[in-house]
Structures are given as C-alpha cells and as structure tokens.
C-alpha cells in the first residue's frame, strides 16, 4: 500500500499557487466537485502486530484540499453538533488561507485538547453528522483537519498563552481525564490558580489508562498536559481525594472545586465462571496495557495474552481491547455484542478498523457462563438474541432464543459491557447529593448541592464520550469563573460559555 | 519520592523499610495499605503499612521479596526513594473496644497483624499474638508485638519458640481461653485453616486479604474475592473480610495468575544483574 496517498479524485483545475492569507480563486461548483480526501494508514495486516498509530494523519496538500470543501455555511450546524461549540468554519477558513497559526489559536481558544478530540470524537454523530456536504454525498472531514492544526499547534508552540492576569483565586480540579484537563485549562487561561488531584501516578485518566496508543499516542496526551502545565496548572499524582484528602479539605484550601473522577467501577456479567484466572474487565486489561505498557517486552507488569480472546461488548471500549488482544498476539480476537451490526455504539471508525484487522464479530450473542478447566478460562458459553420491540433508548431490545446457546472457545475473556459509579469520593464528602446510580447531581450550571463544588463528566453523566466529558469541563470552568467573581452561576449561559471561550 | 530514613532485615527475605510519606503518616489508620511504585516502569503493588510516625512523616513497609518488584524495592537503601506511594486505602481495621482477641500473623502476615495488635492493645483490649515461621531466623517483630500483650512464638522445626504451626497454638488459645475475636493474617493456607478453626464456636475472625492489585481504587476490578457468595474488591471493600465467608480456594487460585511471568521477571532481573557484576571487570581487563 501507498504510504502516501493523495487525494480521492482529481483535480487538475484546482490551484494552490495564490497569495497566502487567500482563499484558492475556486468555485461553488468546483468546490462541490472535490471528494473527501482519505486519511492515510499503516496497512491492516501491518499494524494489527504492532501499537504504532493508525492513522497517520493528513499533509499540509491533503488538508487544504479537504478544507475547500467546506462550504462555510452562514448558519454552520456542525456548531450546534459540537459539545464544546469548536467554530469549526473558522478554523477551516483560516486553515484554506494558509494560516496555521490564526487556524490553531483559533482552534485552541474552543477546545483544550484538540489533538486528542481530533482523534477520537465520534464526528459522524456530532459535526460531521451536521455537516451540509453530508445531506448528499461525504461530509467535511473536520476530524481529520482538527487533528491537522492541532498537531501542527503542537509542533509549532506559540510563545504568547494569552493567559489573563492572575486572580489570586485558587481552584482544585479532582481527576485529570478529559474533563479535569479542560476546566483546568479554560480556569487557568483565565488567571486563576489550577491544582489537578490525580489517583494514578501519571496524568491524562482515561486518555492515559483506558484508550490504546494505536488510537491515541500517550506522546501526545503528554503534549497536551505539558501545555497545561505551560499555563501554570499544577498536577499532584498519587492523590486519592476521598482516601489521601477529603473533598471537605479540599473546601477549605480552595476558592473552588470541580469533581472529575470518571465513572470508575468495571460492571461484570453476573455470570458463573467470572473470576476464573484469564476473566479481566476492560478497565484492568487496557490499564495494564496502556497505563502500566504491558504490550513492551520488557515489563515489570504483566499481561494475560490469550490466542483466543473474546471480548464482551459493543462499544469503543470493547474495541479497543479486542484490537489490543490482536495485537498482542491473539490469532482469533472476537466481540460478542448482544444487538446487531447496526446498533454497535463504537465510533464508526473504530469498527471498520477492527474489521480490517480481521476481528470476528460475534453478533447477536450473549454470554451466560464461563466456562473453565484447572481454574482457567477454556470458553465462553453464549445464547443466539434476537431483536425485540425498541426499549426507552429507542434501540430494538434484544431477547434470547430459548435453546439456542452455544460455546466459543478462548483462553482470555475480556468484559466491556460498561462502568457504575465509583463511591470512593461521593462516600466520603458530607452534603454531596448524589442520584440512586452514585452519579452526582448538578444544576444546570454544574454546581452540586455543595456551594462552590462542580462536577462533571463520568461522574455526573455515566459512562460517556471524552468530548462530552470535555464539555462539562469548559461549561463549569465558565460557571466557576463566575462563581469566584461574586456572580450566581445561575447566570451561565450558552452565550456565556462563548464569549468566555474566546477569551 | 519518598525517601528511604531506614533499613532493617527482619527475616532471610522479609525488609522493613521506613520511608518519607507525611501526608499518608497522618491520616492512616490500622489495617490500611498503600499502592507503591519503586521507580518508573515499575509494577504497581499493595503494601500494608504496618506502621507510621505522623511527626516523623513516615510509614513503616515490610515487604517480603518474592518476585521482581519486590526485590527491587528491597533493594532500595538508605537515602534512595521510592517514586509513587498511593494511599492511605481500604478501610480501617474495625477495632473492638474490650475483650480478648487473638492476632495470628504468618511470616510476613505478622507485618500486617502488628498495627492491628498495637490498635487493639491501645482500645484497652487484651491481646494475644501468634507469630511463626520456619525456624527461629524467620521470626520477626516479637518485641515489637511483645509491647501489646502476650506473644506466643511457633516455629516449624522448634528452634525457637514452641515447634509446630501458629494454628496449634490458636486451638490450644481457644481451647483455655475466651476469645472475642481473631484477626489472622498471612499465606492462604494459614488463613483458611485458622477460618476453620474458630468456624466451630462461631469466634469472630478478620483476615486480611492481598489478592492482585492494580489501582487500589476499585477500578480495575482486579482484586475481587467472593465473599459469602457475592463479588467483593478488596481494595474498596476490604482488605479485611469475614474469614468464615471467604473462598479461599478461589482466592489461592487467581494468586496464580501470573506465576509463571513473575518466574521469567525474576530470572530477567538477575540475568541483568549478573550483567552489571561482569560489565566492570570486562573494563578492567580491556
């Protein structure tokens, strides 16, 4: 395969000899004729044997191609899909233009972590799902070209952070996943002292211990923190707010505090035979991987690497395992998922890439034992489901066919059916109302029942998406920003969140 | 970093190291551990802290060598530091606040029955403590256990102490004596068999339970033990159960998990260590 290749389709008309700060001399028509351009990756049957990235990401020519197809909508939906409103036409204009530099400030003013969004929102359901050029034909690749300006953002670091003078106001942030990292970003851009509470040894949460370097290099994360730290937020590793502080402490020591731990506890199958040896939750399983780099030869942490591994589940999650098992080495890597094809909640990307890598899908399948020899995994008994009347979410439930079960043999059973909450925090901190689930519950500013103590992400909203989770970070960093001015966070608004955004 | 204040060997393979960590030194409380990382790369394991001096600002680890990670970190001498210590977690000892209890501790279990010891002893509880080891070399913390109430010392080929297994002692205990609670800590095989020794008379009896970790927070789900039936975490929901409702033989069995890792870990560790003793005097000869 080509390592390189250019663009779908060809364009002999098209220049790209004008004046930088210009847009190409191209017109509606021809604009409409330009295909979405593909993003370059490393061969199936090469990268299901090694952790290296996918995607390689689009060139400078690749990108300003794919940025011309951009209609530059008056009244731009992909806005309104987008859960921390990235201005993505302007970002794309200036980026046509030859601007990196205006695209990247532009790009960085809405979005704190726009390498990592670029890589793994799920665009098809957001803005790409928006996009006008996608009512006939492909929509804008604005993923790719997010992902685009924000490596090149990182590579070229601006000298000016824009940073406002300090406030004097000090503000603990509790986790450091997607939606810790934002408010504390958006907080410290607006001059107000950032301390980041971390359990793990190392920052990023989910984008370091959860999501695999074939789909999100941990290079990068750490880019993107280190800018963080570049804008004065401090990290503090190893601090377990619930056990090592608790959040009263926290309380009394800051101005303000946002809770971000995640959701946290791996939900099991409540099936006989789950804690046979080779029985691993997602969570352990990509942690030991990712977090601790099991996949290296020379690890002093371990790995169970099975020939044949199924992986329980449907979503992003249960991807990323069972293309780790592949890559560890597992001859047949296979997802069960209880629904069918179409009602598979991963990122569309995501299952095409499995599927290129020769991962079988076991659909329409649900386990109901374990099975073991010696204490270990020898198998996954299942039962053939059929699809139902639609349930409250609008997906056709599905049911079991009575008699139908049968076993897959496997060595490495892997659980990704999803996460409850953790308690560990909401237990241990007087007056935090939390729902019947353990999520805790905020007003619409992201306030909790605790004056000045906010939450968001996982915590709040159950197992979610790094972009949902980033825009309850941004929402409450605006709400806490306006808490420490005196102002009732009541006064957040949508509008709000934009003018402070571009600030 | 956490620094290493202090170094003692207490048995052929068990190191008590006293280390910087003042924030864990204030607010840790008997029958909590600690997530420790040696240095980076390094395996995140659990640790009881079997001791801590809040004015110091340090905690007391007793770890016993038996795989890579912990050979590492007994290796570590004074004035070296241990990178990552997380905690204080898992709940507190329930502590009972009169009466007599048995603390049974093996090998290095003893580690982790002492803080238990010293809390009930300070609860004005009479204390009874069962050490053992192979042979008297094995025998560790007597004096410091001595402090808190009686001491019975068992080895297994009687060189010191009374010979036979620290569960003859307990019976011989249960059998004269009144015993409001047991707390019994060490191999598997020991904390079954003191589980059913009290079974019988229905003696209350805590074990403490290390099973294999990765974060320590409940996230991994890594460390679950059944208890009475259902899945517990030990890190979250323990470390300390029921011991009458543990399932041992399962607990036994996922210990092994990675055994034969641990064993090619091991091996790699020295290899790299003969490594270093030959490099210098390749030198000395070139």
Request: with cysteine; net charge negative.
């Amino acid at each position: 395969m080509d390592e390189r290749p250019t663009g779908a389709g060809d364009y002999p008309e098209l220049s790209f000899d004008h004046a930088p700060g210009e847009r190409a001399p191209i017109s509606p028509k021809e604009r409409m004729t330009i295909e979405r351009q593909h993003m370059p990756e490393q061969p199936a049957d090469l990268r299901a044997h090694n952790f290296a990235e996918v995607n390689l990401g689009f060139d400078h020519q690749l990108a300003i191609l794919e940025a011309e197809r951009c209609l530059q909508c008056r009244n731009p939906a992909c806005i309104d899909g987008c859960p921390v409103r990235v201005n993505i036409p302007r970002f794309i204009d200036l980026l046509a233009r030859g601007d990196l530099r205006a695209a990247a400030n532009s790009l960085l003013d809405d979005n704190a972590l726009p390498c990592v969004t670029g890589r793994v929102c799920p665009q098809e359901t957001q803005c790409e799902g928006r996009c006008l050029r996608g009512k006939k034909g492909d929509p804008v690749a604005i993923g790719y070209l997010e992902r685009f300006v924000a490596d090149w953002a990182s590579h070229n670091p601006a000298t000016a952070d824009g940073r406002r003078p300090a406030t004097g106001k000090r503000v603990a942030v509790v986790g450091s996943g997607p939606a810790g990292l934002t408010c504390a970003g958006e907080l410290a851009k607006r001059g107000h002292a950032v301390t980041v509470f971390e359990a793990f040894h190392a920052p990023g949460g989910v984008l370091i211990y959860g999501i695999p370097e074939f789909r999100l290099p941990k290079g990068v994360v750490r880019q993107e923190i280190e800018r963080l730290a570049g804008l004065g937020v401090e990290i503090v590793p190893n601090a377990i707010v619930g056990k090592t502080y608790t959040l009263d402490e926290l309380r009394s020591m800051f101005d303000a505090v946002f809770v971000a731990v995640g959701a946290g506890l791996p939900i099991f199958m409540d099936v006989p035979g789950e804690n046979l040896k080779g029985v691993y939750s997602a969570n352990e399983y990509l942690t030991r991987v990712n977090l601790m780099g099991a996949y290296l030869p020379d690890s002093d942490t371990p790995v169970l690497d099975g020939q044949r591994v199924v992986v329980v589940g449907g979503g992003n999650v249960a991807m990323d395992a069972v293309r780790t098992a592949r890559r560890l080495g597992a001859q047949d890597a296979i997802i069960v998922y209880r629904r069918g094809r179409d009602e598979l909640p991963a990122r569309r990307e995501e299952v095409h890439h499995a599927e290129q890598e020769g991962i079988r899908f076991e659909l329409l399948a649900a386990p109901v034992e374990v099975v073991g020899e010696n204490g270990w995994v020898a198998g996954l008994r299942c039962v053939r489901m059929e699809l139902g009347e639609p349930d409250e979410s609008g997906r056709r439930r599905p049911r079991p066919i009575l008699g139908s079960e049968f076993t897959i043999a496997a060595d490495l059973v892997v659980v990704a059916i999803g996460t409850r909450s953790n308690p560990l925090l909401t237990a241990t901190a007087t007056g935090l109302t939390v729902n019947e689930w353990g999520y805790i519950e905020t007003d619409g500013a992201g306030m909790t029942s605790l004056l000045g103590v906010f939450a968001g992400g996982d915590i709040v909203r159950g197992a979610a998406t790094v972009i949902l989770a980033m825009g309850d970070g941004k929402r409450a960093a605006a709400a806490i920003d306006a808490y420490l001015a005196g102002e009732l966070p009541a006064a957040v608004t949508t509008e709000a969140l934009e003018v402070g955004a571009a600030g | 970093m956490h620094t290493v204040v202090e170094r003692t060997q207490l048995s052929p393979n068990v190191t008590r190291l006293v280390v910087e960590a003042r924030r864990i030194a204030q607010i840790r409380r008997p029958g909590q551990f600690v997530i420790v990382r040696a240095g980076e790369g390094a395996e995140r394991i659990p640790l009881t802290i079997a001791d801590a001096d809040p004015a110091a600002g340090t905690i007391t680890l007793v770890i016993q060598a038996v795989g890579k990670s912990t050979y590492d970190l007994v290796a570590l001498d004074v004035g070296q530091a241990i990178r990552d210590i997380a905690g204080p977690l898992g709940h507190p000892t329930e502590i009972l606040s009169a009466g007599h209890a048995v603390c049974v501790g093996g090998g290095v279990g003893t580690a982790v029955v002492y803080p238990i010891a010293v809390a009930l002893h300070d609860a004005g509880v009479r204390v009874t403590s069962i050490t053992g080891g192979r042979s008297q070399e094995w025998v560790m913390l007597e004096d410091e256990l001595r402090a808190a109430g009686d001491v019975i010392v068992c080895t297994d080929d009687g060189s010191y102490g009374r010979q036979g297994f620290v569960t003859t002692a307990l019976a011989e205990v249960l059998a004269t004596d009144s015993v409001d609670a047991v707390y019994a800590v060490g191999p598997v095989p020991m904390m079954r068999a003191v589980a059913e020794l009290t079974r019988p008379a229905g003696v209350r009896t805590i074990v403490s339970l290390n099973p294999i970790m990765v974060d320590g927070t409940g996230m991994c789900g890594g460390c679950r033990v059944t208890v009475d039936g259902q899945t517990r975490y030990a890190c979250v929901d323990g470390p300390e159960f029921d011991a009458h409702a543990v399932d041992f033989a399962q607990l036994a069995d996922r210990l092994g998990t990675y055994r034969e890792f641990e064993q090619r870990a091991l091996e790699r560790r020295r290899c790299a260590l003969a490594e270093q003793m030959r490099t210098p005097a390749t030198t000395g000869a070139a």
